[in-house]
């Protein structure tokens, strides 16, 4: 069970940092894929800004992962889940596309929940 919450969190934290990077190397179309209804165009620097505190927000999962243990690592996992929560909600109060709500937003939150648990209970 412990070996299982850490592959999930290893996964989270790869796959932010991942699309954290996206947002730096291919802002727009990266922003296109979020889910909102519009998006704002002619700057890439909010979604610069976006990308880095991405990468960070994986880099925090990581570093738990090493050096945390895994209570450490479930409460921080736990704190995190409420960025793709809070994404999922701002999209559909903003009409944007409700498959990408709660397919990739909402799923990313339960799933580290459910790490969260596993975490707690090992």
């Known amino acids: 069970m412990l070996v299982a919450a850490y592959v999930i969190a ?7 940092v991942y699309v954290g990077l996206s947002y ?22 909010f979604f ?7 990468i960070a927000s994986g ?5 738990a992962m090493l050096a945390g ?4 690592l479930g ?12 994404d999922m ?9 409700r498959a990408i709500a709660f397919s990739v937003h909402g799923a990313t939150a339960a ?3 459910v790490a969260t648990l596993l975490l707690e209970l090992a």
Do not use: C, N, Q, Y
């Not at 610069?48 to 991405?54: F, M, S």
């Open 24 to 45: 730096l190397l291919a802002p727009e179309k990266t922003a296109a894929g979020f889910g909102l209804a519009t998006i704002p165009t002619g700057t890439t620097a």
């Open 111 to 113: 799933v580290m929940v």
């Open 59 to 63: 880099l925090v999962v990581g570093a």
């Open 89 to 97: 909600l701002i999209i559909l109060r903003h009409k944007g596309s």
């Open 10 to 16: 290893g996964i989270v934290a790869i796959g932010i």
């Open 69 to 72: 243990g895994p209570h450490v």
């Open 75 to 86: 409460w921080i996992l736990l704190a995190e889940a409420f960025i793709p929560a809070g």
């Open 48 to 54: 610069h800004i976006k990308g880095v505190r991405d």
